[in-house]
């Protein structure tokens, strides 16, 4: 079994801590994406697991066993890095039975394992060539599989899409969750991509400033954010985020104006009792504006851009000195047009108060 578990993992450089006290278990066979900004620690937390950072404080079983004295060889994890990391002047072949020969395994299964990965990853015919020779795809493919050759318990991988372009990126994207289903492997991914983490996660950890701010599946967290910082980092294009204030108060509900066009009035139910004058966040998805009228107010923005993609149109507009992205079915005159009226509907639409904390 390759369950892991963080209780209370704590880093720290020197005097300063980056890693405050996460938690998280990962459940055998489960495919997890760490995401968040640049600093944010999700690679220093990858790292601590494979063993190639001191954890400060905290325990971190791999298989229900305590691992954070385990040397990284001895841990049942192989990590795939964003650099490759292949030896250059090695054969493809040579590559993937490097670790596997320098560990003394039996000439005969490293053999079936190599063939194995090959067969598994399509790079039969590569099995000769060296780094060099090779695509940025196929490089990736071999730096995979030379994780896969290890067998090991738990596949780590640091961004290891990044120095792709697009294309490539979507077609091995498609290849490692093919490759997840078929191994079965506990798998934890680090990514700053929101395609990559929302296409490849059974659940995906956001992190901000060395804190998990929540984990869950995909789907819970783009539609179910716990804060403001979540609901702007999960989703692309990013939430729409719009000032306001509370200019009315009832048991269980609220009427905000925004501040960049204060005739836009909303009544919007909440939990906790918030005061009139109170400075709030209206937060709404480019897809969830309606059409003019079909909503629950009105507002009208000016269009800057409009960026045409067969079916829908993103529409980059502004009212006041707010910016917002609209997402609308296909529509070639919106660029042709100063202003455009959406409608606001109360039901696909949040509220955050001063510090991000979600009131509805």
Same mark, same amino acid.
């Given at each position: 079994?390759?369950?892991?578990?963080?209780?209370?993992i704590?880093?720290?450089?020197?005097?300063?801590?980056?890693?405050?006290?996460?938690?998280?278990?990962?459940?055998?066979?489960?495919?997890?994406?760490?995401?968040?900004p640049?600093?944010?620690?999700?690679?220093?937390?990858?790292?601590?697991?494979?063993?190639?950072?001191d954890?400060?404080?905290?325990?971190?079983?791999?298989?229900?066993?305590?691992?954070?004295?385990?040397?990284?060889?001895?841990?049942?994890?192989?990590?795939?890095?964003?650099?490759?990391a292949?030896?250059?002047?090695?054969?493809?072949?040579?590559?993937?039975?490097?670790?596997?020969?320098?560990?003394?395994?039996?000439?005969?299964?490293?053999?079936?394992?190599?063939?194995?990965?090959?067969?598994?990853?399509q790079?039969?015919?590569?099995?000769?060539?060296?780094?060099?020779?090779?695509?940025?795809?196929?490089r990736?493919?071999?730096?995979?599989?030379?994780?896969?050759?290890?067998?090991?318990?738990?596949?780590?991988?640091?961004?290891?899409?990044?120095?792709?372009?697009?294309?490539?990126r979507?077609?091995?994207?498609?290849?490692?969750?093919r490759?997840h289903?078929?191994?079965g492997?506990?798998?934890?991914y680090?990514?700053? !991509?929101?395609?990559? =983490? /929302?296409?490849? #996660? %059974?659940?995906?950890? $956001?992190?901000?400033a060395?804190n998990?701010?929540?984990?869950?599946?995909?789907?819970?967290?783009?539609?179910?954010?716990?804060?403001?910082?979540?609901?702007?980092?999960?989703?692309?294009?990013?939430?729409?985020?719009?000032?306001?204030?509370?200019?009315?108060?009832?048991?269980?509900?609220?009427?905000?104006?925004?501040?960049?066009?204060? !005739?836009?009035?909303? =009544? /919007?139910?909440? #939990? %906790?009792?918030?005061? $009139?004058?109170?400075?709030?966040?209206?937060?709404?998805?480019?897809?969830?504006f309606?059409?003019?009228?079909?909503?629950?107010?009105?507002l009208?923005?000016?269009?800057?851009?409009?960026?045409?993609?067969?079916?829908?149109?993103?529409i980059?507009?502004?009212?006041?000195?707010?910016?917002?992205?609209?997402?609308?079915?296909?529509?070639?005159?919106?660029?042709?047009?100063?202003?455009?009226?959406?409608?606001?509907?109360?039901?696909?639409?949040?509220?955050?108060?001063?510090?991000?904390?979600?009131?509805?």
């Amino acid at each position: 079994m390759a369950e892991l578990s963080l209780s209370n993992i704590v880093k720290r450089f020197g005097g300063f801590e980056i890693i405050h006290g996460a938690n998280l278990e990962v459940k055998d066979g489960e495919f997890v994406v760490f995401v968040g900004p640049s600093g944010c620690g999700k690679s220093t937390l990858l790292r601590m697991i494979a063993g190639l950072e001191d954890i400060t404080s905290g325990e971190l079983r791999i298989g229900g066993r305590v691992v954070n004295d385990v040397e990284p060889a001895d841990r049942g994890i192989a990590m795939v890095f964003q650099s490759y990391a292949l030896y250059p002047h090695l054969t493809v072949e040579e590559n993937l039975s490097f670790g596997l020969r320098m560990n003394g395994n039996p000439k005969a299964d490293t053999e079936r394992r190599v063939r194995h990965v090959s067969e598994i990853l399509q790079i039969a015919e590569l099995m000769k060539r060296r780094p060099k020779q090779l695509s940025g795809g196929q490089r990736q493919r071999v730096a995979i599989g030379r994780a896969i050759v290890r067998e090991p318990e738990v596949f780590l991988f640091d961004e290891p899409l990044s120095n792709l372009d697009a294309e490539l990126r979507v077609q091995m994207r498609v290849e490692i969750s093919r490759l997840h289903k078929q191994l079965g492997t506990t798998m934890i991914y680090v990514t700053h !991509d929101q395609t990559e =983490a /929302m296409t490849l #996660a %059974d659940r995906i950890v $956001v992190l901000r400033a060395g804190n998990i701010e929540q984990i869950g599946a995909p789907l819970d967290l783009y539609d179910d954010p716990a804060n403001q910082f979540v609901a702007g980092f999960v989703g692309s294009p990013k939430m729409n985020f719009l000032k306001a204030v509370v200019v009315e108060t009832q048991p269980g509900r609220v009427v905000i104006a925004l501040e960049s066009e204060a !005739d836009t009035r909303l =009544a /919007m139910p909440i #939990a %906790d009792p918030v005061e $009139v004058g109170a400075k709030v966040t209206l937060g709404i998805r480019p897809e969830h504006f309606v059409d003019a009228g079909e909503g629950d107010a009105d507002l009208v923005v000016s269009i800057d851009v409009a960026e045409h993609l067969g079916n829908t149109s993103y529409i980059y507009a502004a009212i006041g000195s707010e910016q917002l992205i609209i997402e609308r079915p296909e529509s070639r005159s919106a660029g042709n047009r100063e202003t455009l009226t959406v409608g606001l509907p109360a039901s696909h639409t949040f509220l955050f108060d001063g510090a991000g904390r979600r009131l509805r």
